[in-house]
């Protein structure tokens, strides 16, 4: 039977660290806020006045990937990336990286689904790969959202949170009959509170996507977010997925030897891992260096966790689990080889 084995993993960060001392010179803030109220220390940002793209990330870390994979682009038989910060309103991603490859053929797709972008691509090339229609898939999450963000003091409480990055895994279908690859995910979506957590322009419902009487700091230029609506669902809905897919595999919470949960906020992570009654080394952060990469989040926890060795070992089980803008969520498990 067809399995979907994670090969490989990279990421990629601008090298621009911004700490939140920096943040206190734009707007009314400071460090201790910051990090009681998200658990953040500093993120990356694209450097001020250069061009890059979400794109952009992603072919980097794409390349690390591929190479520890050992594979070539040429190898790849379709690409899914994940982003909600395209580099131009369309084409998507998937085909500017594919070229930033050197690819002129390969199928490419772009998923919306926020943060729980890598959720939706991981089950996405699983369903492929056991269709037939795909062998060897390349999975992106990719952001850059320091250069849409309101850098004053109305815009702390987003923009205090999010960082550019971008990560990727290679996963290879094998026949197998072993107990191992994506085991079980659960996918769930409520546009109900889609204006819990958007960015409103452009925006193509409307006569003119962007007005013209619609000044350059206009509000709905930036991301906006009722910030207790998304830890109220978080910390209520994360247990009941994440509970969802493990009676889906038929396994239990102690199955699990490390949860990665997508990186919005460590007081979110510490309520499920309470809620849980997990000990703190069965959940891994890293929002505390990285802010809120949206889709390429559970990628590049992932990426750090095996780097470490908290996971990736043969027979190792881990549960990603995230909520975001959509409102999306969901949860997988994944069982290494």
């Given at each position: ?319 990603f689990a995230g909520l975001g803008a959509g409102l999306t969520w969901g949860s997988a498990i994944y069982k290494f080889?």
């Amino acid at each position: 039977m067809k399995k979907s084995i994670i090969k490989s993993s990279g990421m990629s960060v601008p090298p621009y660290v911004v700490t939140n001392h920096d943040l206190e010179k734009m707007m009314d803030t400071s460090d201790e806020w910051i990090k009681q109220r998200t658990g953040i220390e500093q993120r990356y940002w694209v450097e001020p006045d250069t061009e890059c793209g979400a794109s952009d990330l992603g072919a980097q870390a794409s390349k690390i990937a591929l190479e520890k994979a050992g594979w070539t682009p040429q190898d790849i038989d379709l690409i899914i990336f994940a982003t909600l910060s395209p580099d131009i309103f369309f084409p998507g991603c998937g085909c500017l990286m594919a070229a930033k490859l050197g690819l002129n053929s390969t199928p490419a797709l772009d998923i919306r689904q926020q943060c729980t972008g890598f959720l939706y691509g991981l089950t996405t090339a699983d369903a492929y790969i056991k269709a037939g229609y795909a062998n060897r898939v390349l999975v992106v999450g990719g952001e850059i959202h320091s250069t849409g963000l309101d850098k004053t003091t109305r815009g702390r409480d987003v923009t205090v949170i999010f960082g550019d990055g971008a990560a990727a895994v290679c996963i290879e279908g094998i026949d197998t009959d072993e107990p191992c690859g994506l085991l079980a995910s659960s996918l769930h979506a409520d546009g109900n509170f889609a204006d819990a957590l958007m960015l409103e322009l452009p925006a193509s419902r409307l006569p003119v996507r962007v007005p013209m009487d619609v000044p350059g700091d206009d509000p709905r230029n930036y991301p906006v977010m009722d910030g207790a609506t998304i830890f109220k669902k978080a910390v209520r809905m994360l247990p009941q997925v994440i509970n969802e897919s493990l009676e889906k595999a038929g396994m239990g919470l102690d199955e699990i030897g490390l949860i990665i949960p997508h990186q919005a906020n460590m007081r979110i992570n510490q309520a499920l891992g309470q809620f849980l009654k997990l000990p703190d080394d069965k959940i891994f952060h890293n929002i505390q260096k990285y802010g809120n990469t949206t889709a390429a989040s559970i990628p590049i926890a992932l990426h750090e966790a095996m780097e470490q060795g908290r996971t990736g070992k043969s027979k190792d089980v881990v549960m990603f689990a995230g909520l975001g803008a959509g409102l999306t969520w969901g949860s997988a498990i994944y069982k290494f080889l």
